[in-house]
Every structure is written in C-alpha cells, then in structure tokens.
C-alpha cells in the first residue's frame, strides 16, 4: 500500500454565494426606489377649469376621484363625444357611483370613513348639468365632502 493517494478529481469548485443577498437587496431597493405607482388611467378629456381662489387638499383625509369629461381621442368612436363618467380605470354610469363610494369607504379604517373627500376632476368644456347628477347621487351615498380640482389661473399668482 502506498503512503500517498492520488487526489481525486473533485469536479468543479462550488459557487460563492456570499455577496448574493447584497445583491438581491440592492435590486429590490432600486426597484422600489425607481418604481412609479399608477394611480389611473385617464380615458376622459381632463383641461382643468381655471380658478384665483384655490386652496390645497389636506393629505392627512382620504380622496376618491371622480373623472367627468368627454372620452379622449382613443375612446372616442367606441364610446360617443358626449361628457362620460369615469371611476378609477373604467366608465361607469350614475347608478355605479353610490357602488363605488361604498367601496372605497369598505377599503378605508373606521376612523377615516367620515373623512372621506370625493375630488370631482371635471373638464372645463363640461356641461354642468353632469356634474349636478354625480352630486345628487353623492348625497343620496351620504359623500358631503366634495372638492372640484382646478388649474391655477395667472391672477392667483400675482396675488400672492
């Protein structure tokens, strides 16, 4: 018997996979990082109206928007040039409203139920009497606290 073996041919070497972790952290931080949240789709025609006294939504309550606008160009031979409702990524009609707020409300913590705002986005080339008929199916839901999101106009900068 020998006093020495031959070494056997162990194959390859395996990986290092210290730093993998690191890495994978990284990936994830950078996508999180990079990533931009969609809130929705715009489907209807959104030039907001112009206002000189506008104040800013508190962030702190919580703000379901409300679409009204006449489909965009994309939309517009599927569904007519006539002022359409949109809620989240979809048309919907007035019926669908009082759904949709109790949804949201459904999504909401208890305790920021009756803080609920409803934001109504509304083309400035709308005819109001749209707007008066998601009003009236808002409160016939209870949804009291209603904000019309505008555009800036030139006078409230020369103000300040």
């Not at 990986?15 to 949240?37: E, G, K, Q, R």
């Not at 006449?70 to 669908?96: H, T």
Request: charged share 30%.
């Amino acid at each position: 018997m020998s006093k020495f073996k031959k070494k056997k041919d162990g194959g390859l070497a395996p990986i290092n996979t210290a730093s993998l972790p690191d890495i994978v952290f990284m990936l994830l931080f950078f996508f999180m990082v990079a990533t931009v949240m969609r809130e929705n789709t715009l489907k209807v025609a959104n030039s907001l109206p112009a206002a000189n006294q506008i104040e800013k939504l508190d962030k702190k309550s919580p703000v379901s928007y409300i679409y009204v606008g006449k489909p965009s160009d994309n939309y517009a031979p599927r569904y007519g040039k006539e002022a359409r409702i949109q809620l989240n990524d979809n048309y919907a009609d007035l019926k669908d409203i009082a759904s949709f707020i109790s949804a949201e409300r459904a999504a909401l913590r208890e305790e920021l139920v009756n803080s609920l705002t409803v934001a109504l986005k509304v083309d400035r080339k709308t005819n109001m009497g749209v707007v008066g008929d998601v009003k009236h199916e808002l409160r016939k839901v209870n949804a009291l606290k209603i904000n019309y999101i505008t555009a800036a106009s030139e006078d409230t900068n020369k103000a300040e």
